[in-house]
């Protein structure tokens, strides 16, 4: 290394790292590790791992987001209208095709103020929103637990019902196929998780299309049934056929004869059809940039289609008088298109093919519960209401543990009821519609708050929209309580009371994690350390632990046994001394009970009866191949550590020696028996990266020369800070295709934007540090993440 200035920071750094050879740092994915079975049929199903930086590549545009976040809302336009009329027409026979528009305009009202209401939340929170982190913020957790509880409850029932309506269609097309509905209904939960586990734009290109086909197939219904209604003529079913809803008797009035209750009834069942507006708030985060924008135009969108759609096919069903039938079949929307596109041949392909679209958009509905779920599942584990694994994005990168956890539970609810749509319907919408009268009022606390402009105009917006919506909510709870809504009413409480304890048992937990930090951390030590080892047979598992104990500068290294077997233990004692092990002494502690973990504490507690005595129990802990190690091999080794580690001054460490059967021969490098090498001083090079990809100006790092002063481009893959004879100082690695150096800065304790995982162009002068090519110093430049 050349001679520095002893006076410069540059030399005082450089003097605090032990000198060796210089060479080029290896590449960290140069060190291979056998993945596991799982994790390779992980591979072959899911596809490869995506890495953190292919987040943004993961993002969707508008197009694919409406299809992923929207296909419970689209769909709910094929049942909204024949949930009305199955209230109106047992109340008031033909007078139902008169009022069922009427009500479709009210929740035309209620759509476009739940519409306006969160175009606000995305606005004001443009990273994450729905009514769980707007009640958060406003009015705190305890309201957002129950607006979580509520949406998981709706989520859950999206999938069942939507699910359970597809299959039902399918059945109907192909009678043979009912008596295996619920098993069909199971496969297509399945077949949903499994393309959302493959990736948020997997799944926009498998579901875009059946979305958009339905759409488009609605819209043609409906323009040929406006034109026809005005140039031509639409039969009109004109009698109530066999296995129709009873019909009842129209009366004067402005109702005709139904009563406000019936009315409002009708109107609650309609207000299904916003099921899943919420969604796009809560899964704001999949948009590409700019996220809020293309977040609310996309909401605009859906709910200007849901609006027509749904209009379109309430103003056909009151001109053909199209009526529900009891067993659901013909459905409303059938009969509509049937009347529509004629009895000719391009007509009824019409009409088988909206049909089919029908019961593609119904199953894959439940595509909204696996896309804004999870979110929303993160938001709360994140607050310590669900374990943090719901924080955790999976094999590629999507929020795998809520996935998974939705579709077992939707499974268990569909097997319970057996896929009956009629017992699952009484319980949908109440969750949603609680969702949106806490994400309402608690904008309008949000504007209060703040007072932004317009604040005035917007919170009553947002005001309107949970009066609205909590009217629907209670006329759901009252008018269907008795036909199943009474569960939510207690399923909503118990979700809440399970939320509280996990965040109770959370801060318990992180409360006794940091209480005491500055105790401990002033704490005096012990002045004396001995090491125990316990010992089970001679092995090299044993030597290795051995090995270890000699390295940590003890005051004393004993090997215990516990005896157990008498024989055992004199062959051990034998052994031990054949073995040329007698320089470390063994003890052999009797056991008769074979309470080893007793025994184990009562000796520790032995070791630090002295009140001066730092313990270390190494305990060797072999590890066996996967599908025989916890069958043949018990696991007293963690046991024993688990109740070590409660005794103070004592700490039990864990000596991994993996066990490979003799077909499989580990990797040992020369000088260092037992272990596998973890670096080599020569990187691992990328055939496939090539001088000539290398930018112009820019060296590779294995042809780095020691004094030469050179421009280097690699990405980041840690930081270290940390602190030299009392000078802080930063020290980033950074690797490209064929390996990687140090760049240092002496001095300061952080560089501002410097972060893990970024590309980063370097020049400076190559020197050596800690026996590594370093830059000292250097000029930086933040790149572009490359895109694949």
Same mark, same amino acid.
């Given at each position: 290394?050349?001679?520095?200035?002893?006076?410069?920071?540059?030399?005082?750094?450089?003097?605090?790292?032990?000198?060796?050879?210089?060479?080029?740092?290896?590449?960290?994915?140069?060190?291979?590790?056998?993945?596991?079975?799982?994790?390779?049929?992980?591979?072959?199903?899911?596809?490869?791992?995506?890495?953190?930086?292919?987040?943004?590549?993961?993002?969707?545009?508008?197009?694919?987001?409406?299809?992923?976040?929207?296909?419970?809302?689209?769909?709910?336009?094929?049942?909204?209208?024949?949930?009305?009329?199955?209230?109106?027409?047992?109340?008031?026979?033909?007078?139902?095709?008169?009022?069922?528009?009427?009500?479709?305009?009210?929740?035309?009202?209620?759509?476009?103020?739940?519409?306006?209401?969160?175009?606000?939340?995305?606005?004001?929170?443009?990273?994450?929103? /729905? $009514?769980? #982190?707007?009640?958060?913020? =406003?009015? !705190?957790? &305890? @309201?957002?637990?129950? *607006?979580?509880?509520?949406? +998981?409850?709706?989520?859950?029932?999206?999938?069942?019902?939507?699910?359970?309506?597809?299959?039902?269609?399918?059945?109907?097309?192909?009678?043979?196929?009912?008596?295996?509905?619920?098993?069909?209904?199971?496969?297509?939960?399945?077949?949903?998780?499994?393309?959302?586990?493959?990736?948020?734009?997997?799944?926009?290109?498998?579901?875009?299309?059946?979305?958009?086909?339905?759409?488009?197939?609605?819209?043609?219904?409906?323009?040929?049934?406006?034109?026809?209604?005005?140039?031509?003529?639409?039969?009109?079913?004109?009698?109530? /056929? $066999?296995? #129709?809803?009873?019909?009842? =008797?129209? !009366?004067? &009035? @402005?109702?005709?004869? *139904?009563?406000?209750?019936? +009315?409002?009834?009708?109107?609650?069942?309609?207000?299904?059809?916003?099921?899943?507006?919420?969604?796009?708030?809560?899964?704001?985060?999949?948009?590409?940039?700019?996220?809020?924008?293309?977040?609310?135009?996309?909401?605009?969108?859906?709910?200007?289609?849901?609006?027509?759609?749904?209009?379109?096919?309430?103003?056909?069903?009151?001109?053909?008088?199209?009526?529900?039938?009891?067993?659901?079949?013909?459905?409303?929307?059938?009969?509509?298109?049937?009347?529509?596109?004629?009895?000719?041949?391009?007509?009824?392909?019409?009409?088988? $093919?909206?049909?089919?679209?029908?019961?593609?958009?119904?199953?894959?509905?439940?595509?909204?519960?696996?896309?804004?779920?999870?979110?929303?599942?993160?938001?709360?584990?994140?607050?310590?209401?669900?374990?943090?694994?719901?924080?955790?994005?999976?094999?590629?990168?999507?929020?795998?543990?809520?996935?998974?956890?939705?579709?077992?539970?939707?499974?268990?609810?569909?097997?319970?009821?057996?896929?009956?749509?009629?017992?699952?319907?009484?319980?949908?919408?109440?969750?949603?519609?609680?969702?949106?009268?806490?994400?309402?009022?608690?904008?309008?606390?949000?504007?209060?708050?703040?007072?932004?402009?317009?604040?005035?105009?917007?919170?009553?917006?947002?005001? $309107?929209?949970?009066?609205?919506?909590?009217?629907?909510?209670?006329?759901?709870?009252?008018?269907?309580?008795?036909?199943?809504?009474?569960?939510?009413?207690?399923?909503?409480?118990?979700?809440?009371?399970?939320?509280?304890?996990?965040?109770?048992?959370?801060?318990?937990?992180?409360?006794?994690?940091?209480?005491?930090?500055?105790?401990?951390?002033?704490?005096?030590?012990?002045?004396?350390?001995?090491?125990?080892?316990?010992?089970?047979?001679?092995?090299?598992?044993?030597?290795?632990?051995?090995?270890?104990?000699?390295?940590?500068?003890?005051?004393?290294?004993?090997?215990?046994?516990?005896?157990?077997?008498?024989?055992?233990?004199?062959?051990?004692?034998?052994?031990?001394?054949?073995?040329?092990?007698?320089?470390?002494?063994?003890?052999?502690?009797?056991?008769?009970?074979?309470?080893?973990?007793?025994?184990?504490?009562?000796?520790?507690?032995?070791?630090?009866?002295?009140?001066?005595?730092?313990?270390?129990?190494?305990?060797?802990?072999?590890?066996?191949?996967?599908?025989?190690?916890?069958?043949?091999?018990?696991?007293?080794?963690?046991?024993?550590?688990?109740?070590?580690?409660?005794?103070?001054?004592?700490?039990?460490?864990?000596?991994?020696?993996?066990?490979?059967?003799?077909?499989?021969?580990?990797?040992?490098?020369?000088?260092?028996?037992?272990?596998?090498?973890?670096?080599?001083?020569?990187?691992?090079?990328?055939?496939?990266?090539?001088?000539?990809?290398?930018?112009?100006?820019?060296?590779?790092?294995?042809?780095?020369?020691?004094?030469?002063?050179?421009?280097?481009?690699?990405?980041?893959?840690?930081?270290?800070?940390?602190?030299?004879?009392?000078?802080?100082?930063?020290?980033?690695?950074?690797?490209?295709?064929?390996?990687?150096?140090?760049?240092?800065?002496?001095?300061?304790?952080?560089?501002?934007?410097?972060?893990?995982?970024?590309?980063?162009?370097?020049?400076?002068?190559?020197?050596?540090?800690?026996?590594?090519?370093?830059?000292?110093?250097?000029?930086?430049?933040?790149?572009?993440?490359?895109?694949?």
């Amino acid at each position: 290394m050349p001679d520095e200035d002893s006076g410069s920071a540059h030399g005082r750094f450089q003097r605090g790292f032990e000198v060796r050879p210089p060479r080029v740092l290896p590449r960290l994915e140069s060190f291979n590790v056998p993945e596991k079975l799982s994790y390779r049929i992980k591979n072959r199903l899911l596809g490869p791992p995506l890495v953190t930086e292919d987040l943004d590549e993961q993002r969707i545009g508008k197009p694919t987001a409406l299809a992923i976040l929207s296909s419970d809302v689209m769909s709910s336009s094929a049942y909204a209208t024949e949930a009305m009329l199955g209230v109106l027409v047992p109340a008031v026979g033909l007078a139902a095709f008169a009022l069922v528009v009427p009500v479709s305009f009210l929740v035309l009202v209620v759509l476009i103020f739940v519409t306006a209401s969160y175009l606000e939340v995305i606005k004001a929170y443009p990273k994450a929103g /729905g $009514a769980y #982190v707007v009640a958060r913020d =406003t009015f !705190g957790t &305890g @309201l957002a637990r129950v *607006a979580a509880a509520s949406l +998981f409850v709706d989520y859950t029932l999206t999938v069942a019902v939507s699910i359970s309506a597809g299959a039902d269609a399918l059945a109907s097309a192909v009678p043979s196929l009912t008596p295996y509905v619920t098993v069909i209904t199971v496969i297509f939960v399945i077949g949903i998780a499994y393309g959302n586990l493959r990736g948020i734009r997997e799944a926009g290109k498998t579901f875009a299309v059946p979305t958009y086909l339905f759409i488009g197939s609605m819209f043609l219904m409906i323009g040929v049934g406006i034109f026809r209604g005005i140039f031509g003529h639409l039969p009109v079913y004109t009698h109530f /056929g $066999a296995g #129709v809803y009873p019909a009842g =008797t129209a !009366g004067a &009035g @402005l109702l005709l004869g *139904a009563s406000v209750f019936i +009315f409002l009834k009708a109107f609650a069942s309609g207000g299904t059809a916003l099921t899943g507006t919420e969604a796009i708030s809560n899964g704001v985060s999949i948009f590409r940039d700019p996220q809020p924008r293309n977040a609310r135009i996309t909401l605009v969108v859906m709910s200007v289609i849901l609006g027509t759609l749904l209009l379109g096919v309430s103003g056909l069903a009151a001109v053909t008088h199209a009526t529900p039938y009891l067993s659901g079949d013909p459905t409303v929307l059938s009969q509509i298109a049937k009347a529509v596109f004629g009895t000719s041949l391009i007509g009824r392909i019409l009409y088988v $093919a909206l049909d089919i679209f029908t019961m593609g958009i119904l199953t894959l509905a439940a595509n909204t519960s696996f896309a804004g779920l999870p979110f929303l599942a993160s938001f709360a584990a994140s607050d310590g209401f669900l374990p943090k694994s719901f924080t955790v994005r999976g094999h590629r990168l999507v929020y795998s543990t809520a996935i998974v956890a939705l579709a077992v539970v939707s499974v268990i609810l569909l097997v319970a009821t057996n896929s009956n749509v009629y017992t699952l319907i009484s319980l949908y919408a109440i969750g949603v519609f609680t969702g949106f009268t806490i994400a309402g009022a608690g904008m309008v606390k949000h504007h209060f708050m703040t007072r932004e402009k317009s604040w005035r105009r917007r919170a009553a917006i947002n005001g $309107a929209a949970a009066v609205l919506s909590g009217a629907v909510d209670i006329t759901f709870i009252v008018t269907k309580f008795t036909a199943g809504a009474w569960t939510i009413v207690i399923i909503v409480p118990v979700l809440v009371l399970i939320f509280t304890r996990f965040k109770h048992s959370h801060d318990t937990e992180q409360a006794a994690l940091t209480a005491g930090l500055a105790a401990i951390e002033h704490e005096v030590l012990p002045r004396k350390h001995k090491v125990l080892i316990l010992v089970d047979q001679v092995d090299v598992a044993t030597v290795t632990a051995l090995n270890y104990a000699r390295i940590l500068a003890a005051d004393s290294v004993t090997a215990l046994h516990f005896v157990t077997d008498e024989k055992h233990a004199q062959a051990l004692a034998a052994s031990w001394e054949s073995g040329g092990l007698g320089r470390t002494p063994l003890e052999l502690l009797d056991c008769q009970d074979r309470r080893l973990r007793r025994a184990a504490g009562q000796v520790v507690l032995d070791a630090l009866s002295d009140g001066d005595s730092q313990v270390s129990v190494l305990i060797p802990h072999r590890i066996y191949p996967r599908f025989s190690g916890s069958l043949l091999h018990d696991q007293t080794s963690a046991s024993l550590a688990e109740v070590i580690a409660q005794l103070p001054h004592a700490t039990p460490i864990l000596i991994p020696h993996r066990v490979k059967p003799a077909r499989q021969p580990a990797s040992t490098p020369t000088g260092t028996p037992g272990r596998t090498a973890l670096r080599t001083d020569e990187p691992s090079l990328d055939p496939s990266v090539t001088q000539d990809e290398v930018a112009e100006g820019v060296t590779q790092i294995a042809g780095l020369k020691l004094r030469e002063r050179t421009r280097v481009i690699g990405r980041v893959s840690s930081i270290r800070m940390s602190s030299y004879h009392g000078t802080p100082s930063t020290a980033a690695r950074l690797e490209d295709a064929s390996g990687g150096l140090m760049l240092v800065f002496p001095g300061r304790s952080a560089i501002p934007g410097l972060n893990s995982g970024m590309n980063v162009s370097a020049e400076g002068t190559v020197v050596e540090v800690e026996g590594h090519l370093a830059m000292i110093n250097p000029l930086y430049e933040f790149l572009p993440l490359t895109t694949k």
